[in-house]
C-alpha cells in the first residue's frame, strides 16, 4: 500500500517497467519531479499520528517536516499543515492533512508518508479514513494529563485495523510532566510494554529525531503489487473550480500517470487524470505514481 497523497486512479497499470537500482537522491532532484517508482518497498513507510485534542500531534508533525528537511526550521513553523481558517483560529486539526518525508537513515534514503489526524471525538470518522491508508500509527500521549478519552478510541481505532502502534510521550517539558507515570499508564492500558514509549517534547524538538527512527523500524513496508492492474483507495478529497477533483489515495496495484482513464469502483463513472504528484507539504509534481518495486 504506497501512499500517493495526491493523485488519483487509473483504468490500467503497465505491465512492466524497468527496475532502477538502489541509490541516494540530492534534495535538488526531489524538488525536479521525483520518480517515486525508485523507492523500493522496503524503504516506504505509511504511518498517521492520532492522539486526544491538544496532545500535540500538529507540534510533533512540524518538527518531523524539519527534521527531515521538508521544510526551513523557523519560529514561525506552527501547525503547518493545518491549513483551514478554523484550525489556525482555534489551534486544533479538523481535517487530516498528509505530507511525504524524504529521510536518510543507516545509509538509505526512506520515504515517510504522513497523516496528521484530528483529535477531537467529532471527526473520529477523519481518523479511521485515513488509517486505511496506513500500516503504523504513533500514538501521542500528554505527559501531565495522560490517557484521555480520545487516546483510547483511537487507539482502538489503529488496533481494531491491525496497525503497529508506537506511543509517544510528549510535552516533557513541562513542569508537571510525569513520563514515567504516563508510561504505566500505557502499558496497564493498552498493554504496550513502558520501555517502548518515546519521550519527546515536540516543543522544543527533544528526541524528536527517535520517533522518526521508530517509524522505520517499527513500522512494516505496505504490501504493494506492481505488476497488476491499477488499484487505489481514495481517503480523502477536495474540489478546485478551476482544476476539478484532488484526490488523496493509498496505492494498492499498478502505475498511474498523466492521462490515464480512471474508473471509480463505486460508481463507475470514469475520469480523466490531469495531473499526479506528492504533497512535500505543497502540492509537488511527479510523472507518474507507482508502487513501488522489490529489489530481486
Known sequence: RALAPWAAGARHAAASEPRAACRLFSAA???????MSRFPVEDIRNFSIIAHVDHGKSTLADRLLELTGTIDKTKKNKQVLDKLQVE??????VKAQTASLFYSFGGKQYLLNLIDTPGHVDFSYEVSRSLS?????????????GIQAQTV??????????LSVIPVINKIDLKN????????????VFDIPSEECIKI?????????????????????PKVHRENPLKALVFDSTFDQYRGVIANIALFDGVVSKGDKIVSAHTKKA?????????????QPTHKLSVPYRPI
Open 133 to 145: 491508508a496506513c500500516q503504523g500509527v504513533l500514538l501521542v500521549v500528554d505527559a501531565n494529563e
Open 177 to 188: 510532566a510525569d513520563p514515567e507515570r504516563v508510561g504505566k499508564q500505557i502499558e496497564k
Open 153 to 162: 478510541a483511537n487507539f482502538f481505532l489503529a488496533f481494531e485495523a491491525q
Open 271 to 283: 475520469y480523466e487524470v490531469n495531473e499526479v504528484g506528492i504533497l512535500n507539504p505543497n502540492e
Open 29 to 35: 532532484e526531489l524538488k525536479e519531479k521525483p520518480d
Open 88 to 93: 489556525r483560529e482555534r489551534g486544533i486539526t
Open 201 to 221: 517534547s515536540a516543543k522544543l524538538g527533544t528526541n524528536v529525531d527517535s520517533v522518526l527512527q521508530a517509524v522505520i523500524e517499527r513500522i512494516p513496508p
